[in-house]
């Protein structure tokens, strides 16, 4: 790539951006208001805990798995097993999730006319039309039950949004898309795994690094050199004749590309003067709150073993967390020896009003369920405790329109690139995979 490229945020998109403009032979520079790299990713130690703020575990992907191994990474990768078992709380109890046709038959997360309707998902018609929601989806193809007790708990845990909020054709694409090229959701899958025979194997886990899921930004952001600005905050953005002028609170940049990679409510009011369809595109995304707690036990209070990823609630008038992740049952050293700790969320579109509440009450509300759970007993160590004011960014009903109208500024102003979990995926792998797209243009 020829030229200058500015890139506006130094979260993962901006920095996994910025690498790939300087990997192909461009000048670039990365403009980062605040004094560090990785945006939500950070990773906190604490008396002998190893923290993560932001997302605890990554799926890990073909790009993922490159980009890591391109920053010399591969030796500090940890991966949890892929055996460890997964729970819903439904009921007033912990289910693990059926991974096998074994289980689904003995499970009491499904009835016997639930588990009936699951199986006959490959003789159900194509249906739907327009922008359905993923409820409505998995509903129709899956039965209400499929729907209502893992669906919905697993949108919780990974949007912190709704269900019948969410696009299914933006939240779950493939999913869509093998409803509508082979007439199931069993038919897309397999032909999706034919056509990939003689392909390297997809790769397996759920992974993290040694000293947290933070090593992957500050070994960008070092990649990166002086290229990396930090406290260089973007006051305005400017179309000037096919090259952008960029104001920051020392001074004014020019380039020939931008690659806007802040949060979407942060890249509104940055392109509003001269794209106001696009400005209201990125505003329309909600994000909603979202409270993540780090709670620790004596090994002695654990009231059943504590082997697992974690759990997720069905929503239910008796629980106010949306789920938590079992930390010191997923990777070494993430707790004292003596100790166990768990990762709670709460919020979200289910519950916005929980992250206002003090500490006090949010680590209460979480101990009560996680003994009714049956999980521990007895009060918990708060040792950290972050509230987002906006956090993951819902893909609801009409995201495709939005995504429709940031392509359409793209198309109008050339040089000018939109990117972000708010696009293409929240997942760390998806943000990494379109990070890098938007760099090759």
Same mark, same amino acid.
Do not use: C
């Given at each position: 790539?020829?030229?200058?490229? @500015?890139?506006?945020? !130094?979260? &993962?998109?901006? %920095?996994?951006?910025? +690498? #790939?403009?300087?990997? /192909? $032979? =461009? *000048?670039?520079?990365?403009?980062?208001?605040?004094?560090?790299?990785?945006?939500?990713?950070?990773?906190?130690?604490?008396?002998?805990?190893?923290?993560?703020?932001?997302?605890?575990?990554?799926?890990?992907?073909?790009?993922?798995?490159?980009?890591?191994?391109?920053?010399?990474?591969?030796?500090?990768?940890?991966?949890?097993?892929?055996?460890?078992?997964?729970?819903?709380?439904?009921?007033?109890?912990?289910?693990?999730?059926?991974?096998?046709?074994?289980?689904?038959?003995?499970?009491?997360? @499904?009835?016997?006319? !639930?588990? &009936?309707?699951? %199986?006959?998902?490959? +003789? #159900?018609?194509?249906? /739907? $039309? =327009? *922008?359905?929601?993923?409820?409505?989806?998995?509903?129709?193809?899956?039965?209400?039950?499929?729907?209502?007790?893992?669906?919905?708990?697993?949108?919780?845990?990974?949007?912190?949004?709704?269900?019948?909020?969410?696009?299914?054709?933006?939240?779950?694409?493939?999913?869509?898309?093998?409803?509508?090229?082979?007439?199931?959701?069993?038919?897309?899958?397999?032909?999706?795994?034919?056509?990939?025979?003689?392909?390297?194997?997809?790769?397996?886990?759920?992974?993290?690094?040694?000293?947290?899921?933070?090593?992957?930004?500050?070994? &960008?952001?070092?990649?990166?050199?002086?290229?990396?600005?930090?406290?260089? $905050?973007?006051?305005?953005?400017?179309p000037e004749g096919?090259?952008?002028?960029?104001?920051?609170g020392s001074g004014r940049l020019e380039?020939?590309?931008?690659?806007?990679?802040?949060?979407?409510?942060?890249?509104?009011?940055?392109?509003?003067?001269?794209?106001?369809?696009?400005?209201?595109?990125?505003?329309?995304?909600?994000?909603?709150?979202?409270?993540?707690?780090?709670?620790?036990?004596?090994?002695?209070?654990?009231?059943?073993?504590?082997?697992?990823?974690?759990?997720?609630?069905?929503?239910?008038?008796?629980?106010?967390?949306?789920?938590?992740?079992?930390?010191?049952?997923?990777?070494?050293?993430?707790?004292? $020896?003596?100790?166990?700790?768990?990762?709670?969320?709460?919020?979200?579109?289910?519950?916005?009003?929980?992250?206002?509440?003090?500490?006090?009450?949010?680590?209460?509300?979480?101990?009560?369920?996680?003994?009714?759970?049956?999980?521990?007993?007895?009060?918990?160590?708060?040792?950290?405790?972050?509230?987002?004011?906006?956090?993951?960014?819902?893909?609801?009903?009409?995201?495709?329109?939005?995504?429709?109208?940031?392509?359409?500024?793209?198309?109008?102003?050339?040089?000018?690139?939109?990117?972000?979990?708010?696009?293409?995926?929240?997942?760390?792998?998806?943000?990494?995979?379109?990070?890098?797209?938007?760099?090759?243009?």
């Amino acid at each position: 790539m020829n030229g200058s490229t @500015l890139v506006v945020g !130094g979260g &993962l998109a901006g %920095l996994t951006a910025a +690498f #790939r403009v300087a990997r /192909g $032979g =461009g *000048d670039v520079a990365l403009l980062e208001s605040s004094r560090r790299a990785g945006g939500v990713i950070r990773t906190e130690e604490r008396n002998g805990y190893l923290l993560e703020a932001g997302p605890n575990t990554v799926r890990l992907t073909a790009p993922l798995r490159a980009l890591i191994d391109e920053l010399g990474l591969s030796g500090e990768v940890l991966l949890a097993d892929v055996r460890l078992p997964r729970y819903v709380d439904f009921g007033g109890r912990l289910h693990a999730v059926p991974m096998s046709p074994g289980s689904l038959a003995r499970t009491r997360l @499904l009835s016997a006319a !639930g588990k &009936l309707r699951l %199986l006959s998902e490959p +003789f #159900r018609p194509r249906g /739907g $039309g =327009g *922008d359905e929601s993923v409820r409505e989806f998995f509903a129709r193809r899956l039965g209400p039950e499929v729907a209502d007790r893992l669906v919905e708990p697993f949108v919780g845990g990974v949007f912190a949004g709704s269900a019948a909020r969410l696009s299914v054709s933006a939240a779950f694409p493939a999913l869509a898309r093998f409803e509508r090229d082979h007439g199931s959701l069993l038919a897309g899958a397999i032909a999706e795994r034919r056509a990939g025979r003689g392909a390297p194997a997809a790769p397996r886990g759920l992974l993290s690094f040694r000293r947290g899921l933070e090593t992957l930004p500050r070994a &960008l952001a070092r990649s990166l050199g002086g290229a990396f600005r930090p406290e260089t $905050g973007v006051r305005a953005l400017t179309p000037e004749g096919g090259r952008w002028g960029v104001e920051t609170g020392s001074g004014r940049l020019e380039a020939e590309r931008v690659i806007l990679a802040v949060p979407a409510w942060a890249a509104a009011p940055l392109v509003a003067p001269f794209d106001p369809e696009a400005a209201a595109a990125l505003a329309a995304i909600p994000h909603p709150p979202l409270a993540v707690l780090h709670l620790s036990w004596p090994e002695a209070a654990l009231r059943r073993p504590l082997r697992g990823f974690g759990h997720l609630v069905v929503p239910d008038a008796a629980r106010r967390i949306l789920g938590a992740v079992w930390s010191s049952s997923l990777f070494p050293g993430r707790a004292p $020896g003596d100790r166990v700790l768990l990762t709670v969320f709460l919020g979200g579109t289910r519950d916005p009003g929980a992250p206002e509440l003090a500490d006090a009450a949010l680590v209460s509300l979480a101990a009560r369920d996680l003994e009714a759970e049956g999980l521990v007993a007895g009060e918990p160590l708060l040792v950290l405790l972050t509230r987002f004011e906006r956090a993951i960014p819902q893909y609801e009903l009409g995201h495709g329109d939005r995504l429709r109208a940031l392509a359409e500024a793209e198309a109008r102003w050339p040089g000018l690139r939109f990117a972000g979990n708010y696009r293409g995926g929240v997942s760390v792998g998806d943000v990494v995979e379109a990070a890098g797209a938007a760099a090759t243009y």
